[in-house]
């Protein structure tokens, strides 16, 4: 029966579980009752008392006064929002904030827009009639970050920002100091905001009613009516943003709460690194190599100078001379224009992306396993687990607002495991850290499975009904030899039982992994083992449990779903077969080709081999970021045209013989789908730079100059087509995605898809697969003489190589990259903190910056590459996964000592 609970005595409705304030709010409306301490994305703490109401149990009963944010409703009361008892005191509770606040709004940041002033017009106070204090004259105010700023003047003592540290981001940096009218916010140590541990989320300032803590570009001041909603492109997690502009520029973004994907969050990236949109290196002419110099010339130029190149090397050495790299960083529909235009117009399967280089191990390996390479679940199912595995995955650096989320988790008693070589954030929080040596997931995920297999707690039932190939693989396990194991991974077998118990007997486990298990030469073994562990376990098609795989740039699931890949067109169809060969040619009105093409590492073999000639690179620059860069430049600089689609002149777009200035995702429209198959809309934001064009456009303009006929770039009428030929994007409309977008597959009638593989696996049945651990090439050829392995990662301030990132106050937070060492091995090779370290592989040599850190175990180093200053993978290996080509960036054999002057990388 429905129960009742009444406003102002007219009988509304009631939820089980809802606040009075809530009730109020859902029945009657945001304005009837005012708040200051509560915030949408904050748990209920009840300590202004604003939201004060009147409740009775009974009709004319005696009432009581009670906070409404944190005061459950009850069937039968009856609640009072503006009775004469309650006006008062809620002004009297302003006045009383008033005395010790600067009455200065005429001048203040926030004034307009300060939810202080406005409570205070609401509940009626003209004068104060307090005399007024003088502590908020005390506190000085902070300008020490690029970011935050603080001004505790006008603190109010609402605890938003504290709480909003410690329940949204979970950093804790901020703390109440002192009592009475000296009560004060206090951050880290009572230190500056630079000086503490803050991660410049900007979840306090956007929490702070006041102007008490705000941000350089007073985020949540800005007044203009000019507001556009967009997803971030800076990782996977795909944060909304909301973007405010004013005369085509941007002014600040701040983070919706009603967003599904990042529900009021966002990291330092998303919220404050914009300021390279119109950065003075941004390019702004197209420019072609003539006599050895890249000189700028009009697009029409451009375009027919690779137009006639294209066509002449096309005639001469055949289409599959000529390659394409498309990015993972662009929308859905530029990827698949151009997929389009190198397999219908150029003639070739020579396609790859950037996820060849991060997450092609994880397509294949759950395409195997389950059918689908994709997510299996959504990110909110954090919120319905019992049990935590992370396995290669430094989610608080590398995606972080679903980092802080997994965090939080663990932080309220969610058990979890973290398999990492480093002792990550995240680390500290789980119930279990797995420490092993770089290179063995493999090792110790089959240790997992053994114990499961012996103490006999898999899921019967679930195997028996939905898996196969469980015997044949179960027979190998139990063959294997823990200690051997044991000694492989520097785990302690006991420790590893314990943990894959737990696992095991949660009743809902979920699984994150990122590219600690895809870059290594056991990288699509890993993905199957790891698929292996969730069907053994049963944890799979159910809410709260599954394989999620953290996707490193924003749309690496879309270029994928797409076809930027060379074995797989648009829709995952295989080039090799003939059916669906049919259905491409007929769907672009051309004969596509039925081989597969090149791979990335593949493509630049074939440069240096000079059996490919001319290769066209969207947005990655592969100089810095591919392994072993000097193969990298020998292969590109042995191409007779290389043309970039690039903001920046990046160390890629230095050797191009065509550079293309594109657009920036704040520029364009098109759709992102991010690592829980989200697929969002990009929109808009301001003009394209003058002098650049979205790739889209680009494609299409040079797709036309070619003889194929393709409409204008719109973001609706390519997503059209792609939902012609896609078949998980059949029901994908532009403008029925909405603000928060839709999850894969999307059926013909609009419905989507939270969570896969729930009555059967997409492939029938779950396949379990076997694989025993095999010692990475680079250690058992390098070894030796190159006794540390250096096993590289990413910075929460940065992004891939950090074009868009370093043009960003972000470079001030997080100047350079550096190598983490353990105190052992900086002692025993004579290395102090800061000091510079020659770092050799048999690829060559880097000089980077020493940080003393236990955060790795002797023997193992860390390190980053986001800045061209370092160039770190001069050093890093060919070695790659056996089976999707995916470089082994996290085993690479080094040696070191202390530098002898710092070694000047050659340049591209
Ligand atoms: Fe952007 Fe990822 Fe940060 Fe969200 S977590 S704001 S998507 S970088």
């Known amino acids: 029966m429905k129960k009742t609970a009444y406003i102002d005595d007219i009988p509304y409705q009631l939820v089980d579980g809802e606040t009075i304030l809530a009730f109020v709010r859902r029945n009657i409306g945001n304005e009837q009752v005012p708040t200051l301490c509560d915030a949408p994305n904050l748990d209920p703490f009840g300590s202004c008392r604003v939201c004060s109401v009147d409740v009775a149990i009974e009709k004319g009963g005696k009432t009581k006064t009670m906070a409404s944010c944190h005061s459950p409703v009850v069937e039968g009361n009856y609640i009072y929002t503006d009775s004469e008892n309650i006006l008062k005191l809620r002004k009297n509770i302003i006045e009383l904030v008033l005395t010790d606040h600067p009455l200065d709004c005429l001048t203040c940041e926030v ?87 803050c991660v410049s989320c900007g979840a306090c300032s956007q929490a702070c009613p006041t102007s008490a803590i705000s941000d350089v570009f007073q985020s949540k001041s800005v007044v203009t009516p000019e507001k556009t909603r967009t997803v971030c492109t800076y990782c996977g997690v795909g944060c909304n943003l909301e973007v405010s502009t004013k005369n085509n520029k941007i002014l600040s973004i701040q983070a919706p709460y009603e967003a599904e994907a990042n529900l009021g969050h966002t990291c330092l990236k998303g919220r404050y690194a914009f300021k390279f949109y119109d950065h003075p290196d941004r390019l702004k002419s197209p420019m072609v190599r ?81 059918g689908t390479g994709a997510a299996t679940n959504s990110i909110e199912d954090l919120d319905h687990t019992d049990f ?52 063995t997931n493999v090792a110790l995920l089959n240790m997992m499975l053994y114990y499961i297999i012996t103490e006999e707690i898999e899921d019967k039932q679930f195997i028996k009904e939905k898996c196969e190939g469980y015997e044949e693989m179960k027979e190998e396990i139990l063959r294997l030899d823990m200690d051997e194991l044991s000694a492989i991974t520097g785990v302690d077998k006991e420790l590893v039982k314990e943990a894959a118990i737990a696992y095991a007997t949660a009743k809902a486990a979920m699984e994150f992994h990122g590219l600690g298990v895809t870059e290594h030469t056991q990288g699509t073994f890993t993905v199957q083992l790891i698929a292996d562990l969730a069907m053994i376990t049963g944890n799979i098609g159910k809410k709260g449990a599954g394989v999620n795989p953290l996707r490193g740039q924003n749309n ?118 991010n690592g829980e198959r989200r697929i969002q809309r990009v929109q808009q934001v301001v003009e394209p730079i003058e002098g650049t064009k979205p790739d889209g456009q680009i494609i299409i303009d040079v797709m036309n100059r070619m003889g194929y006929q393709q409409d204008d770039y719109s973001a609706d009428g390519v997503l059209q087509e792609i939902s012609d030929i896609v078949p998980f994007f059949k029901g994908v409309k532009w403008n029925e995605l909405g603000e928060n977008g839709k999850q894969w597959p999307v059926l013909e ?89 020659c770092v050799e592989s048999p690829r060559g040599k880097v000089d980077i910056k020493a940080k003393i850190t236990n955060e790795v175990k002797p023997g193992i180093l860390s390190s980053t590459f986001h800045f061209p200053e370092i160039m770190l993978n001069n050093i890093t290996s060919d070695e790659h996964c056996s089976e999707a080509m995916c470089p082994e960036y996290k085993v690479v054999a080094a040696r070191i000592r202390k530098s002898k002057g710092k070694y000047k990388p050659i340049e591209a």
């Open 111 to 197: 004034n307009g827009n300060c939810e202080l002033q406005t409570v205070a017009a609401q509940v009626g106070i003209r004068d104060v009639r307090y005399p007024e204090g003088d502590n908020h004259l005390h506190y000085e105010k902070d300008f020490s970050h690029p970011y935050m700023t603080s001004d505790l003047s006008k603190c109010i003592n609402c605890y938003r920002c504290v709480r909003a540290c410690d329940e949204v981001q979970g950093e804790f940096v901020l703390s109440m100091a002192g009592r009475g009218f000296d009560t004060k916010i206090v951050k880290g140590n009572n230190q500056s905001f630079m000086d503490s541990d």
């Open 749 to 837: 009638d609009g419905t989507d898809t939270q969570l896969l593989h729930v009555k059967e696996f997409k492939r029938g049945k779950g396949k379990f697969f076997f694989y025993p651990f095999q010692e990475s090439n680079e250690v058992d050829k390098y070894g030796k003489d190159y006794p540390y392995i250096i096993t590289t990662n990413r910075e929460l301030e940065h992004y891939n190589c950090g074009a868009m990132t370093r043009r960003t106050g972000n470079v001030e937070i997080l100047t350079e990259d550096v190598l983490l060492i353990h105190p052992d091995d900086a002692e025993k090779e004579m290395i102090q903190d800061g000091d510079f370290v």
């Open 290 to 370: 003539r006599n050895g110099i890249l000189e700028e010339v009009s697009w029409d130029e451009a375009y027919d100078y690779m137009v006639d190149q294209f066509n002449a090397i096309k005639n001469n050495h055949g289409p599959d001379s000529i390659a394409g790299i498309s990015s993972a960083r662009t929308p859905n529909e530029e990827n698949y224009l151009m997929q389009k235009f190198i397999r219908a117009v150029i003639g070739t399967n020579n396609i790859d992306c950037c996820a060849r280089v991060c997450h092609s191990p994880t397509a294949l390996g759950m395409q195997r396993t389950f």
């Open 388 to 439: 935590i595995l992370i396995i290669g995955a430094n989610a608080t650096d590398a995606h972080p607002v679903t980092g802080a989320r997994i965090k939080q988790r663990l932080m309220k008693g969610v058990k979890g495991i973290v398999i990492d070589p480093r002792r990550i954030e995240l680390a500290k929080y789980a119930t279990y850290h797995l420490q092993l040596r770089p290179g």
């Open 556 to 673: 690496v699931q879309g270029a994928a779903d797409m076809g930027a890949q060379p074995h797989q067109g648009a829709g995952y169809y295989d080039v090799t077969n003939a059916e669906v060969n049919q259905k491409y040619n007929q769907f672009y009105g051309v004969d596509v080709p039925s081989h597969i093409g090149l791979k990335i590492p593949e493509m630049f073999d074939a440069a240096i081999s000079g059996d490919l000639k001319a290769l066209w690179i969207i947005g990655e620059d592969v100089v810095q970021t591919d392994p072993n860069t000097q193969k990298v430049i020998k292969a590109l600089s042995n191409l007779d045209m290389l043309i970039v689609s690039e903001l920046f002149m990046t160390e890629t777009a230095k050797l191009a013989t065509v550079l293309l200035p594109a657009s920036s995702f704040l520029e364009k429209e098109g759709t992102f789908t």
